[in-house]
């Protein structure tokens, strides 16, 4: 009994203190996402719409069918199936209390979900109506600037012969532009567009006399019992796990092992800024009672380096397909929109609660072939102007085990790709997850993005396990084990090769206030030696070691401070070993009687090399997500304000400096910086209606 009062207890707490804490929730999981992907690249524009979405509107627990509880990422399938069979079991739920007394649910996973979920007898309005959408809508404008202050060498001033005829300079300014309106009625409708302009970029002149260098437009409509949804513009499609289709962001290794699975959102709209991993055209989700069939058809410009017949001067064919979406110089603007890629499919699945399977068709076709480079570890990538790829996959609910996966089939190489897993829930505090993969060396599809240790899903086999134990209230450990092998020669590995890579996370959480982990992962890869004689490249194992201790504590309401020391190794035998270091502090001020916010960070960092380098997140501004790496010596620091005002409007303003000891000149081409400093300035307001 004494048990049952401290969970209600602990619960109330949540409830009075959640409305509060929306910023600092999501921030987590974006900052716990950030920085298992190791990359300054990442964009996780639409995994935040959804948080922040549930955020708004918290899904009720007497009315959701599952959907919207999986599009959360928060809950593993067997924690949903538990939600509806208890709500089938003994009806509505009357209270949030009820969570407690499921069977594969604990206080963590309560209070993880808490913010985004609610108990409700009304049902939500099936019927969307003018007057409601334009009442109740939701209006947003984002308008933001970016820059490094200091002078680039690809910025110099030099004469208009020179900058036609070299790739040192850039033909734009240094500014960094975008913006964002956006219009949403619940999940049901979306209207809006995304302008992006990367420095060194022309605006309005040029190249670029439209204006910004990418333009990103959606309508969306999502509800209706037979027409489930329908995208007209730039639009997202996810299948599966991701071997065949799956656009946007995916899930990789992570210390949370239930997001080893994937959770596809069928469709949904565009709205970030990378140019390449989206579909433009036309797209409908179609149902009747436990079935749902998706036709889509997407067809746009993507940059390619390619060679034209000299007569006519149309394109023969495509050597490389460029992804980097920069335009700034003679060789980036000649690559843009130099290939026109169509893709068109249909996916057929079929749900009932427990269950669901689905298998898909898509076509993926060119108007110019594509050969690449002749090279040994080239010789199974696609070439050519089209490929298919069939796939079926599946997810089954038995009890407290949950198996799921995929098969998919290149028509083009005849080369298969599969997946198989299963997640178990052997105890509201333990939980086990395994994972088996094999991509065929030739397998082919653009889209793909299933589980793998390489960025691609191909040329590789696996097995992954991974843990979850709660040891005690305050205590729990994460834990996996992923063991690979690439059958094939990749690049800058002239061989066949394998590897291995495991993670030891305990976790100490006493209550809301504190939170200490540590984290010990190896990684062991193998790749060509720097000792080469010239005749033949023999591989080598590189061996790294991350060490971490990362504290947070809750000093007061208002006041946070983070604080962590990270250490890292690499050997190899070709090479000096090699070490890092990184300290940083972090102090986060939210005042709840205040209209604004501030983060600071003040961190030191020793590196030997690039190699050595460090990633680590840091705050940064509304949908600019920043995890940059912290290599050879130096410090960092930055401060980031947001300040609301007429109740509408929010501005961010932030300055970061990276100031280092070691180096008299930075980066190197177009973009050295002659001196030890870089730094960043990012303004944003955003007007919310």
Not at 420 to 445: C, E, Q, T, W
């Amino acid at each position: 009994m004494r048990n049952k009062l401290l969970v209600i207890a602990s619960v109330l707490c949540s409830l009075f203190s959640w409305a509060q804490e929306r910023n600092e929730i999501i921030q987590q999981r974006v900052e716990f996402i950030s920085e298992q992907n190791e990359s300054e690249q990442i964009d996780l524009t639409n995994l935040f719409d959804q948080l922040n979405y549930f955020f708004d509107h918290p899904i009720n627990l007497n009315a959701t069918d599952g959907e919207d509880l999986r599009a959360l990422g928060l809950l593993t399938e067997v924690q949903i199936t538990n939600i509806l069979l208890h709500r089938k079991q003994f009806g509505k739920f009357i209270s949030i209390y009820e969570l407690q007394s499921l069977t594969y649910w604990d206080l963590t996973t309560i209070q993880l979900v808490l913010p985004f979920i609610r108990v409700d007898d009304r049902l939500d309005q099936l019927h969307l109506t003018f007057k409601d959408a334009i009442k109740e809508g939701k209006f947003e404008l984002y308008t933001r600037y970016q820059r490094t202050p200091e002078q680039k060498s690809g910025y110099e001033q030099v004469s208009d012969s020179v900058l036609a005829n070299s790739n040192s300079y850039y033909y734009g300014n240094a500014d960094h532009y975008y913006t964002r309106f956006r219009y949403t009625y619940r999940t049901n409708l979306s209207l809006g567009f995304t302008a992006d302009k990367d420095p060194g970029e022309e605006f309005f002149k040029g190249s670029q006399k439209n204006g910004f260098d990418f333009y990103s437009g959606h309508a969306f409509f999502k509800g209706g019992k037979y027409i489930r949804g329908v995208a007209l513009g730039d639009y997202l499609v996810q299948i599966g796990q991701g071997l065949n289709t799956w656009s946007g962001y995916a899930f990789g290794k992570t210390a949370d092992i239930f997001a080893s699975k994937k959770t596809a959102n069928l469709l949904r709209p565009y709205t970030s800024v990378d140019e390449n991993r989206f579909f433009r055209g036309a797209a409908a989700v179609v149902g009747f009672k436990q079935f749902s069939l998706l036709n889509f058809y997407s067809q746009k410009r993507i940059d390619g380096a390619g060679i034209s017949d000299s007569l006519t001067d149309d394109l023969e064919f495509i050597t490389t397909i460029d992804l980097s979406g920069l335009h700034r110089t003679n060789r980036e603007i000649s690559k843009k929109n130099q290939l026109s890629e169509r893709v068109f499919g249909s996916y057929l699945q079929y749900v009932v609660p427990r269950f669901n399977a689905g298998i898909a068709y898509v076509n993926q076709s060119y108007n110019a072939p594509l050969q690449r480079d002749s090279v040994p570890y080239n010789q199974y990538a696609f070439r050519g102007t089209q490929t298919s790829t069939l796939s079926g996959d599946y997810s089954w609910v038995i009890k407290n085990l949950n198996f799921f996966g995929e098969v998919s089939y290149s028509t083009h190489s005849k080369a298969v790709a599969q997946l198989h897993g299963v997640m178990m829930v052997l105890d509201p505090k333990v939980s086990f997850s395994l994972i088996y993969r094999n991509y065929n060396k030739a397998y082919y599809s653009f889209y793909n993005n299933g589980f793998s240790e390489g960025s691609n899903t191909q040329n590789e086999n696996g097995l992954f396990a991974g843990w979850k134990v709660k040891l005690t209230s305050a205590w729990t450990v994460n834990a996996y084990a992923d063991i690979f092998t690439f059958p094939w020669m990749k690049y800058l590995v002239d061989a066949p090769s394998k590897g291995y890579e495991f993670l030891f996370q305990p976790v100490y959480k006493p209550n809301k206030e504190l939170e200490i982990y540590g984290r010990f992962r190896q990684q062991v890869r193998q790749k060509n030696s720097r000792d080469n004689d010239g005749s033949i490249t023999s591989i080598e194992d590189v061996i790294q070691r991350n060490y971490r201790l990362n504290l947070s504590y809750k000093v007061t309401e208002a006041i946070t401070i983070k604080s962590r020391v990270e250490y890292m190794t690499i050997n190899r035998n070709s090479n000096q070993p090699e070490e890092g270091w990184l300290i940083s502090q972090d102090i986060i001020v939210r005042p709840k009687s205040m209209p604004f916010d501030i983060a600071l960070r003040y961190a030191l960092f020793d590196t030997d090399s690039y190699d050595s380098r460090i990633y680590t997140y840091e705050n940064n501004a509304l949908y600019v997500f920043s995890s940059p790496s912290y290599y050879y010596q130096g410090s960092r620091a930055y401060i980031l304000v947001r300040y609301s005002f007429l109740k509408v409007c929010d501005l961010w303003v932030r300055y970061g400096t990276f100031l280092y000891s070691d180096r008299t000149s930075l980066s190197s081409g177009a973009e050295e910086i002659k001196g030890n400093r870089k730094s960043d300035i990012t303004l944003q307001l955003r007007i919310s209606l």
